[in-house]
């Protein structure tokens, strides 16, 4: 799991300019994707079993070196799995009756907001990222965190961000293109308040 966090890091590092050669007053699209901010560090100082994403120093690193090389001018699109609400801890036993039908709102909720907080300076770091220049931050849920979907889940994050609401969006339809109009990000919703389905990747049942 090591590995593949660290190689999606590296992959970060290569963006995408979706905009053509990027100058500093050129508007510039960099897509990333699966940084799973999970539970944090347990009351030992422990990282929890389900936290995937241990390197905050990296990440704020790499926004300020893709504001370094392209300007404060940047659309930052997280496409998919920005947490993992798949894997829930003991205390969470989302018990609603059905192995397939997961978690209800009020339990993702919770989940939502201890890894807000345990990823607090993470969050604040987006948000600092969001409000320099004519910067943007675009949240594209996945199969990890679909669940972003319902305002309950999205609220637990987005108070954490400390960003401008009109810089920081949760998209939940769109296509990303390139100069060459082909797609490079495409998303889409199926949303119901009735709970968070483990089966159906990307898509709320």
Not at 93 to 108: F, I, M, Q, R, Y
Request: aromatic share 8%.
């Amino acid at each position: 799991m090591r590995t593949k966090i660290l190689w999606a890091l590296a992959a970060a590092l290569l963006t995408v300019a979706l905009n053509g050669t990027a100058t500093a007053s050129a508007r510039v699209s960099v897509l990333i994707s699966d940084l799973h901010f999970g539970l944090g560090k347990n009351a030992e100082g422990r990282w929890h079993p389900y936290e995937d994403f241990r390197w905050p120093d990296a990440f704020a690193g790499f926004l300020k070196a893709t504001s370094k090389e392209y300007g404060d001018n940047i659309d930052l699109v997280i496409v998919g799995d920005f947490l993992e609400l798949w894997q829930t801890p003991g205390d969470i036993p989302c018990t609603s009756g059905s192995a397939d039908a997961g978690c209800t709102v009020a339990e993702l909720a919770d989940l939502a907001g201890r890894i807000s907080q345990a990823h607090t300076r993470e969050l604040e770091t987006l948000g600092d990222f969001s409000n320099r220049g004519d910067n943007r931050v675009y949240v594209v849920p996945g199969n990890h965190d679909a669940g972003l979907l319902i305002p309950e889940i999205w609220a637990q994050v987005s108070k954490r961000l400390g960003g401008l609401q009109s810089r920081v969006h949760l998209v939940d339809s769109g296509v990303w293109q390139s100069v060459d109009k082909r797609p490079k990000a495409v998303t889409y919703r199926r949303q119901s308040r009735r709970g968070f389905s483990r089966n159906a990747p990307g898509c709320l049942e």
